[in-house]
């Protein structure tokens, strides 16, 4: 089985952002002739707010940054998936309104006081 990086996605408008970061992946599928490299959960709304989970295959994740190469390295974060999340935040931001990301296991378990 492939190890996938979960993220959670809280978005305003679930239609728009949904959209561009299927569009913005499928891009990046395209680039690396990847295929069904991510899955998309259905949202729930709750606060305003539509929550989803983004399943991304770190395979996936590891092309763009050999295609990238040093510019990967210097997006903003500490680790591979923290500057995944920056360049994806990056290339949707223009296109979905108001949106924010996270890795989903960091969520859970700063949520119970766990590091």
């Known amino acids: 089985m492939e190890s996938k990086l979960n993220i959670n996605v809280s978005a305003v ?6 959209k561009a ?19 998309m959960t259905d949202s729930e709304f709750a606060f305003g707010w ?10 996936l994740i590891q092309k763009l940054e050999s295609i990238m190469g040093a510019d990967f ?6 680790g591979t998936d923290k ?3 920056t360049w994806l935040t990056k290339n ?3 296109k979905s309104p108001r949106f924010k990301v996270a890795i989903k296991e960091e969520m859970e378990s700063s949520k119970f ?3």
Not at 21 to 39: A, C, N, R, S, Y
Not at 73 to 78: A, F, I, M, V
């Open 50 to 59: 539509h929550f989803f989970v983004l399943s991304v295959n770190r395979t």
């Open 73 to 78: 390295q210097k997006l903003k974060g500490r």
């Open 13 to 18: 408008d679930y239609d728009k952002t949904s």
């Open 92 to 94: 949707v931001e223009n």
């Open 83 to 85: 500057k995944f999340l």
């Open 113 to 115: 006081g766990i590091f």
């Open 21 to 39: 970061l299927t569009q913005q992946l499928i891009l990046l599928e395209e680039m690396v002739h990847g295929k069904d490299d991510f899955v």
